[in-house]
């Protein structure tokens, strides 16, 4: 068995303590109820935990990430977290959260292969194609890959409003409000995209994507 692997074992058993330490009530008080009021659509990168980076508590953050952060109408799991999130824990805010510097948009701006990784990208490559020249205008490479990383933020929260689960929410006047964010590898700090919606009303300038309930 590795030294890491070993590692981490006994980490869980030290956090384990601390937490009984401070409050030994607190893991009969999580495992019957799950009652989050957010849910985080975030990168795979292992630099950018969800909790961490929020100060939130076991039990305060539903979490689905993938890599850069991608929200696509035919991910399956995607579509089941958040279907399950919206119906049935009934969060109140989602946040996209992409990062600064990330490798995934950092690829889909290339033209090397990378594997089974390339047919996953290809949306990110879309998005590139409508917001190419604010890229190319950009002093340089960092700046270039850190204006498409939140050009991607921007277009994943509009394809979460434009799913049927969140319009339904919302025709149903359901308390909803998803937002896109980006978070600073180098400072730890996240920069809100003012990117920002909580109903129908609010797609004002994508009314194509408005759909209409019975």
Known sequence: ??????????????????????DPDFFNRLKDVQNPPLLWIGCSDSRVPA???????????????????MVVHSDMNMLSVLD??????????????????CGGVKAAMGKSSFGVIDNWIRHIKDSYKFHKTEIENCANEKDKLNCFVEWNIKQQVLNLA?????????????????????????????????????????????????????
């Not at 074992?9 to 303590?17: F, G, L, P, Q, S």
């Not at 961490?52 to 850069?68: D, L, S």
């Not at 399950?84 to 990062?99: A, Q, T």
Request: charge should be neutral; charged fraction near 20%; proline fraction near 1%.
């Open 1 to 22: 068995m590795s030294d890491f692997y070993s590692k981490i074992i006994e980490n869980n058993k030290k956090w384990v303590e601390t937490q009984l330490a401070l």
């Open 51 to 69: 909790n961490q980076i929020i100060g939130a508590k076991p039990g305060e953050v539903f979490v689905h990430r993938n890599i850069a952060n």
């Open 84 to 101: 399950y999130s919206v119906n049935i824990l009934k969060v109140k805010h989602i946040i996209v959260c992409g990062h600064y510097g």
């Open 162 to 214: 434009s799913t049927s689960i969140v319009q339904q929410a919302w025709h149903n006047k359901q308390e909803l409000s998803i937002h896109g964010w980006v978070y600073g590898l180098e400072t730890g700090l996240v920069k809100d995209l003012d990117v920002s919606f909580s109903s129908h009303s609010d797609l004002k300038y994508s009314d194509v994507y408005k759909l209409e309930f019975e």
